[in-house]
């Protein structure tokens, strides 16, 4: 049984804004599978007195005090940007019209 | 999809059938200096792209830290809502597409909030209501699109949009309701009555400006209704972002109304998301949900938990303010006004000012009168919030002093007030350089008096016969020749002595 299958590939690519091919959703289906069965093996070793962990190190509260530090010009923050409108990042359209 | 023709149903007759199940989802923007985590500047109405660096702009390779300060002010938001603090907490990755945030997820907390299950009671018609409050989380805001093209300035129908990040990574704390049942004909009082007590809160606790108007406290309403004597609660919608109190309850009286209708003819309600139009006072439906909304949440690599330290909450419990319903009830009974002048004197946000002034030195009810009189009608017609008058609760005082002591009246103490607004300096210098001091030397007053007395001397005559009504005309003919600067009973007193009669 595979761990995890092609429509969940496809909802994926879909949510990462990815256009896979059908070929493609085969191809990585398989791949991703496989890379998922490497990582589960974790699952054997990680007993009932081995808590789940999302971060390697055991910090905690690492926080920085309220302080304003320089920043980017305008300038320098629209430079990489492909379409600059009024200073302002200008992005393609986002919603089609009211349906 | 368009939506088909919806009567509404009175509100009275949808209250007679249905029951009302509210819950209210309030962003509030945390006033620090810098941003959640970044050290970027967060004043408001900055020119667009001023405020923002790598870490704000989602450029490869940043790294967030979080601001200490939020962290804080979310643990005292919690705590003034009774809620427990979380012993151990991560933040969390929401993962979606918008050109407003442009890592392309949002830094939030998921299923393990900062603080959670607490409550807040509010007061509505004399009725105390208690809301339950599910969470309060810490997360980033967005940036501010413009839409342009179309008819409207919406995203709809729009050809392109404009994004500016000063906004994005300033901390935005959540504040989640449990449901709220059993509130009836009041639904829509109580989710504003609500609002309001979350914003005066928030004031007390001095973590943000919330100002309604500049977005820094917004509101989303979630509405169902379910028949009377029901059970099980009908889908919801919900109303985003009103910013004012008044949206807020009239969006609720709205949806009640609209939902009643569909349910009443036989339709279903749709769950989706819907927007509050503030001329019509009507709702229209937002983005539908094609599916559901998948944001694969996960634990932020990039930031370590928050551990609260017992004693670090213990500290900051013991240190909140006094609860604004308490606060009100207090400084009602100090000041001695009614339920109706203490409401108005929340209404214009003016309850912090008159008590400053009161503090230093005014009676409450001078302090009153300026505050919610001249002052009112001048941040009126300046568009100003009261707080934003260039004029310092002091000065207010001071005018009050020079009132009472009979070195201004009230007539010369709007001036003054006028020149303080005008930026002339304190309330002594603009007494000074406009000459506005009473006529106080009685000799300059008695000479005053000779002078009207002689140029009106048919008045004067039916004085002295007993006739001493007409005295009010020789006052006015004081009070003319110092340009308002006499202090008028006194002036009468001095006429009618020199005429020879007793008032
Ligand atoms: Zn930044």
Redesign the pocket.
């Known amino acids: 049984m595979s761990a995890i299958t092609r429509d969940e590939v496809a909802h994926l690519a879909r949510l990462s804004r990815l256009a896979l091919t059908d070929e493609e959703l085969d191809h990585f289906a398989g791949q991703l599978d496989q890379i998922i069965a490497a990582v589960a093996r974790v699952a054997e070793v990680a007993t009932d007195d081995i808590p789940p962990s999302s971060h390697a190190l055991p910090l905690t509260n690492v926080f920085r005090p309220d302080e304003v530090r320089p920043?980017l010009t305008p300038q320098q923050a629209l430079d990489q940007a492909p379409a600059v409108e009024d200073d302002r990042f200008r992005v393609p359209r986002i919603l089609g019209e009211e349906a | 999809m368009s939506t088909p023709t919806e009567t509404l149903m009175p509100f009275d007759e949808a209250m007679e059938r249905y029951e009302p199940v509210l819950g209210l989802e309030t962003h509030v923007e945390l006033g620090t200096a810098s941003?959640m985590f970044?050290g970027?500047p967060t004043t408001f109405g900055a020119p667009p792209n001023t405020q923002?660096?790598p870490?704000?702009l989602g450029l490869p390779g940043s790294l967030p830290v979080a601001n200490a300060k939020a962290i804080e002010s979310t643990i005292r938001i919690g705590l003034a809502l009774n809620c427990s603090i979380a012993e151990w907490c991560r933040f969390a990755r929401k993962n979606y597409f918008y050109p407003d945030m442009p890592k392309n997820f949002q830094i939030s907390q998921y299923d393990e909030p900062l603080c959670y299950d607490g409550y807040i009671d509010v007061e509505v018609d004399g009725e105390t209501v208690r809301i339950g409050i599910e969470r309060v989380h810490l997360e980033e805001d967005t940036g501010k699109s413009t839409h342009v093209g179309g008819a409207t300035g919406r995203i709809h129908g729009a050809d392109y949009s404009t994004v500016d990040y000063n906004r994005a990574?300033i901390p935005l704390v959540e504040i989640v309701t449990k449901p709220i049942t059993g509130t009836g004909r009041l639904a829509p009082q109580v989710a504003r009555a609500y609002v309001a007590e979350l914003r005066d809160l928030m004031r007390a606790l001095g973590v943000s400006d919330v100002r309604m108007e500049q977005g820094s406290l917004r509101c989303d309403v979630n509405v169902s209704l379910m028949p009377r004597g029901g059970t099980e609660w009908g889908t919801r919608t919900e109303t985003k972002n009103l910013n004012s109190l008044r949206s807020v309850e009239r969006a609720v009286r709205h949806e009640i109304e609209r939902q009643a209708g569909i349910l009443d003819a036989g339709g279903r309600i749709i769950q989706e998301t819907r927007h509050f139009h503030e001329d019509t006072g009507t709702t229209t439906s937002g983005r539908s949900k094609e599916e559901a909304q998948d944001y694969r949440y996960f634990p932020e690599p990039d930031l370590v938990p928050i551990a609260p330290d017992r004693e670090w909450v213990e500290k900051l419990r013991a240190e909140l303010p006094e609860p604004p319903s308490v606060r009100r009830r207090r400084l009602q009974a100090e000041w001695g006004v009614s339920d109706h002048d203490m409401a108005a004197m929340r209404n214009a946000d003016a309850i912090d000012l008159v008590e400053a002034t009161v503090k230093a030195g005014a009676p409450p009810a001078d302090a009153r009168k300026w505050w919610m009189g001249e002052l009112a009608r001048r941040a009126n017609e300046s568009g100003k919030a009261l707080a934003e008058l260039p004029i310092t609760p002091e000065q207010v005082a001071r005018v009050c002093e020079l009132v009472a002591s009979g070195q201004l009246n009230d007539k010369l103490a709007r001036q003054v007030l006028e020149g303080v607004l005008a930026g002339e300096g304190t309330p002594d210098e603009v007494v000074e350089r406009r000459g506005l001091r009473i006529v106080s030397d009685e000799g300059e007053l008695a000479a005053i008096v000779d002078q009207v007395i002689a140029e009106n001397a048919e008045v004067a005559e039916k004085v002295r016969n007993g006739k001493i009504a007409a005295a009010g005309a020789l006052v006015g003919g004081v009070m003319k020749a110092t340009k308002g600067k006499a202090d008028a009973a006194r002036a009468r007193q001095l006429i009618l002595e020199k005429l020879g009669v007793s008032g």
């Open positions: 920043g | 941003k970044c970027c923002v660096c870490v704000c990574g």
